[in-house]
């Protein structure tokens, strides 16, 4: 049995597709469509209670779920595909700590702004509060980049030269909130980092699949 990813496009799958093209490792893609709720069926919530995408079924049966793990996992299973920098000690390559330091950041800040754009009325017992729900998200969303921006600056990559899977996290989510939260004007390094990512062979196809030619502007 290889990996098995549940998924729907410009979803967090997206970044779990990605890392997997870069590893070079076979994977079977199912769908769970989001338009539909299929998330909230109870078939898929046996295998992810909280009823979200991703989920990464490992060879041997094991479940991984939210996407910051999948990745951290997939990361420390292929090493050999070099896309997070191996823990090394106090005096060791601190390449390590920056990655995971702006990839927590973003699930941990950016994530639930994306939730509340998303599903506003999850939020409210009242539907006239969607609205402001939505936009407050969304100006949130977008003081969160502008701290990535200016102190993960890019430079080609988080890591500067080093492509890592922070890459990958960065430029998928930036294209979340149907890319309002980050623009080139406001965010020229994020743009930047986008576009480059967006042009790596493995990734190429897959980033067509998931946002066609949104975040190569520029």
């Given at each position: 049995?290889?990996?098995?990813?549940?998924?729907?496009?410009?979803?967090g799958?997206?970044?779990?597709?990605?890392?997997?093209?870069?590893?070079?490792?076979?994977?079977?893609?199912?769908?769970?469509?989001?338009?539909?709720?299929?998330?909230?069926?109870?078939?898929?919530?046996?295998?992810?209670?909280?009823?979200?995408?991703?989920?990464?079924?490992?060879?041997d049966?094991?479940?991984?779920t939210?996407?910051?793990?999948?990745?951290?996992?997939?990361?420390?299973?292929?090493?050999?595909?070099?896309?997070?920098?191996?823990?090394?000690?106090?005096?060791?390559?601190?390449?390590?700590?920056?990655?995971?330091?702006?990839?927590?950041?973003?699930?941990?800040?950016?994530?639930?702004?994306?939730?509340?754009?998303?599903?506003?009325?999850?939020?409210?017992?009242?539907?006239?509060?969607?609205?402001?729900?939505?936009?407050?998200?969304?100006?949130?969303?977008?003081?969160?980049?502008?701290?990535?921006?200016?102190n993960a600056?890019?430079?080609?990559?988080?890591?500067?030269?080093?492509?890592?899977?922070?890459?990958?996290?960065?430029?998928?989510?930036?294209?979340?909130?149907?890319?309002?939260?980050t623009?080139?004007?406001?965010?020229?390094?994020?743009?930047?980092?986008?576009?480059?990512?967006?042009?790596?062979?493995?990734?190429?196809?897959?980033?067509?699949?998931?946002?066609?030619?949104?975040?190569?502007?520029?």
């Open positions: 049995m290889g990996y098995v990813l549940y998924g729907d496009i410009g979803s799958s997206a970044t779990a597709e990605m890392a997997l093209a870069e590893i070079g490792a076979p994977v079977e893609l199912r769908d769970v469509p989001l338009a539909g709720e299929a998330q909230l069926a109870a078939e898929y919530r046996a295998l992810n209670p909280m009823g979200r995408v991703p989920t990464l079924v490992l060879p049966g094991t479940v991984v939210e996407s910051l793990a999948v990745l951290l996992t997939l990361c420390d299973r292929h090493p050999e595909a070099g896309l997070l920098p191996p823990p090394d000690g106090p005096s060791g390559d601190p390449g390590r700590a920056k990655a995971l330091r702006w990839m927590a950041l973003l699930a941990g800040e950016f994530y639930p702004c994306v939730t509340r754009y998303d599903y506003p009325e999850r939020f409210s017992d009242d539907p006239a509060h969607a609205p402001s729900i939505r936009a407050r998200a969304l100006e949130m969303g977008r003081a969160v980049w502008r701290v990535v921006e200016d600056a890019p430079d080609p990559f988080v890591l500067g030269t080093r492509f890592s899977v922070a890459d990958i996290y960065v430029a998928v989510l930036s294209q979340w909130t149907r890319g309002q939260a623009n080139p004007v406001e965010h020229p390094r994020v743009s930047a980092l986008v576009r480059r990512v967006a042009a790596r062979p493995a990734i190429a196809p897959v980033w067509a699949k998931h946002f066609g030619g949104r975040g190569l502007e520029g």
